[in-house]
């Protein structure tokens, strides 16, 4: 179809049937915003009618190597519409992460080497895949296309965006007016992030609310490239579990997808019961009836960790499966009633006698000695079940479970 029919069929408005306003409830679940919906109606109107799928973007730099349940939000949406039946493309940022993307920064990010981006990139599509559908997973890297732009076309492409529209950003318009420094550079990246939505021929492109800027970005230069404008989603950036930060492994408040299953489920359970919901609309595949249920049940008078318990099971069951998600509410349960772990690391501490707060961090379950001696004041450090108080304990040589708080465990060796 050549451009003066694609824009003859984007103006052209068709019915929607039940199947597409049941895809337009899905895709909406749990979204900030969704622009612009007439329009994303009618391309899934438009798939029905074709038979063929839409493609959706979702662009991810590999700046850290591990994900976390709050990198998951965006995934699971992709795979709501891969589900759906539309082509799904993971976007893999080799060359914008060479970059930095600055969204969201009050200062230059430091662009990745070559060398700790690939090495980055290895896991990442591991890890999404335990969401995603792998076979069903166009896989790209974005230097593909910007590699070969070159300089000229690196002008030419900058030239199609003014310096105003840049500084419309929000987190450019803050840092200027503050005086600090904004690299040239950094211009470049929305601009990149965009062309990705052109080279893709993007009808659709995911990201956090951080990123609204970037992909209308992308949106303005389809238009300028005579596409048809991709629509854009954003998704809420999810809480950690103190139920305020959003999730993150710098504030230890995250939750990683390749945790142990217990201590997975055993976060998940220490969630508070309004948290819960938001985990559940933002994370579950559970369907909106079902959440609606739920939710009638608890106002009716149901334990609300009975559907916490659910929650777990379902997040265990989906990054390991159904038998460890077992074994997970067993050891919950088994801890709950004073038990402890049976899958707890062995650690050898050398220096009997050692002071109690010395052995609390050597052993890794605190990250001081001020907030072993701490954790003591609270209350929460157990030495075989048994509460310690005092603060000057001497610690002889022998084994023993010591634990932290209520979900750090470990079995020490401790030597002379």
Same mark, same amino acid.
């Given at each position: 179809?050549?451009?003066?029919?694609?824009?003859?069929? #984007?103006?052209?408005?068709?019915?929607?049937?039940?199947?597409?306003?049941?895809?337009?409830?899905?895709?909406?679940?749990?979204?900030?915003?969704?622009?612009?919906?007439?329009?994303?109606?009618?391309?899934?109107?438009?798939?029905?009618?074709?038979?063929?799928?839409?493609?959706?973007?979702?662009?991810?730099?590999?700046?850290?190597?591990?994900?976390?349940?709050?990198?998951?939000?965006?995934?699971?949406?992709?795979?709501?519409?891969?589900?759906?039946?539309?082509?799904?493309?993971? %976007?893999?940022?080799?060359?914008?992460?060479?970059?930095?993307?600055?969204?969201?920064? =009050?200062?230059?990010?430091?662009?990745?080497?070559?060398?700790?981006?690939?090495?980055?990139?290895?896991?990442?599509?591991?890890?999404?895949? %335990?969401?995603?559908?792998?076979?069903?997973?166009?896989?790209?890297? =974005?230097?593909?296309?910007?590699?070969?732009?070159?300089?000229?076309?690196?002008?030419?492409?900058?030239?199609?965006?003014?310096?105003?529209?840049?500084?419309?950003?929000?987190?450019?318009?803050?840092?200027?007016?503050?005086?600090?420094?904004?690299?040239?550079?950094? &211009?470049?990246?929305?601009?990149?992030?965009?062309?990705?939505?052109?080279?893709?021929?993007?009808?659709?492109?995911?990201?956090?609310?951080?990123?609204?800027? =970037?992909?209308?970005?992308?949106?303005?230069?389809?238009?300028?490239?005579?596409?048809?404008?991709?629509?854009?989603?954003?998704?809420?950036?999810?809480?950690?579990?103190?139920?305020?930060?959003?999730?993150?492994?710098?504030?230890?408040?995250?939750?990683?997808?390749?945790?142990?299953?217990?201590?997975? &489920?055993?976060?998940?359970?220490?969630?508070?019961?309004?948290?819960?919901?938001?985990?559940?609309?933002?994370?579950?595949?559970?369907?909106?009836?079902?959440?609606?249920?739920?939710?009638?049940?608890?106002?009716?008078?149901?334990?609300?960790?009975?559907?916490?318990?659910?929650?777990?099971?379902?997040?265990?069951?989906?990054?390991?499966?159904?038998?460890?998600?077992?074994?997970?509410?067993?050891?919950?349960?088994?801890?709950?009633?004073?038990?402890?772990?049976?899958?707890?690391?062995?650690?050898?501490? #050398?220096?009997?006698?050692?002071?109690?707060?010395?052995?609390?961090?050597?052993?890794?379950?605190?990250?001081?000695?001020?907030?072993? %001696?701490?954790?003591?004041?609270?209350?929460?450090?157990?030495?075989?079940?048994?509460?310690?108080?005092?603060?000057?304990?001497?610690?002889?040589?022998?084994? &023993?479970?010591?634990?932290?708080?209520?979900?750090? &465990?470990?079995?020490?060796?401790?030597?002379?």
């Amino acid at each position: 179809m050549d451009n003066t029919s694609q824009k003859a069929a #984007a103006t052209t408005a068709l019915p929607l049937s039940d199947r597409v306003l049941e895809a337009l409830a899905i895709t909406k679940r749990g979204v900030d915003e969704l622009l612009i919906e007439q329009e994303f109606a009618q391309k899934l109107a438009r798939s029905e009618q074709s038979g063929k799928p839409l493609r959706i973007k979702l662009g991810l730099d590999p700046t850290a190597p591990d994900l976390h349940l709050g990198h998951t939000v965006v995934l699971n949406k992709m795979r709501q519409l891969q589900d759906l039946g539309h082509t799904v493309i993971f %976007l893999i940022g080799d060359f914008t992460s060479m970059i930095g993307d600055p969204s969201g920064r =009050n200062a230059t990010r430091p662009p990745l080497t070559r060398e700790q981006i690939e090495e980055n990139a290895k896991t990442y599509f591991a890890q999404a895949s %335990l969401v995603l559908n792998p076979e069903k997973t166009e896989i790209r890297y =974005n230097s593909e296309w910007s590699d070969t732009l070159g300089a000229r076309g690196m002008i030419q492409l900058s030239s199609r965006y003014t310096v105003a529209r840049m500084m419309e950003r929000d987190d450019f318009t803050k840092r200027f007016k503050a005086g600090t420094p904004i690299s040239v550079h950094e &211009f470049l990246y929305p601009l990149m992030q965009g062309y990705d939505s052109v080279a893709l021929k993007a009808d659709l492109e995911l990201g956090g609310t951080d990123q609204k800027f =970037n992909l209308l970005v992308g949106r303005e230069l389809q238009k300028d490239y005579g596409q048809e404008q991709q629509c854009i989603l954003t998704m809420p950036l999810l809480e950690g579990l103190d139920g305020v930060e959003k999730m993150s492994k710098s504030k230890n408040n995250y939750i990683g997808i390749t945790e142990a299953p217990s201590m997975m &489920f055993g976060k998940i359970m220490s969630i508070s019961d309004v948290m819960m919901w938001r985990y559940y609309e933002l994370l579950s595949w559970c369907s909106l009836e079902t959440l609606a249920q739920y939710k009638r049940e608890v106002a009716e008078g149901r334990n609300p960790r009975d559907i916490k318990v659910a929650l777990g099971k379902e997040i265990v069951t989906r990054f390991h499966n159904a038998q460890a998600a077992d074994d997970a509410l067993a050891d919950f349960i088994n801890r709950s009633k004073g038990g402890i772990p049976d899958d707890m690391p062995t650690v050898q501490v #050398a220096g009997a006698p050692i002071g109690i707060g010395q052995l609390l961090k050597q052993s890794g379950l605190c990250a001081s000695t001020g907030e072993g %001696l701490r954790m003591i004041d609270q209350g929460g450090v157990r030495i075989d079940s048994e509460v310690v108080s005092d603060k000057g304990l001497k610690i002889e040589a022998g084994n &023993f479970v010591l634990q932290v708080g209520k979900r750090k &465990f470990a079995r020490i060796d401790l030597v002379a």
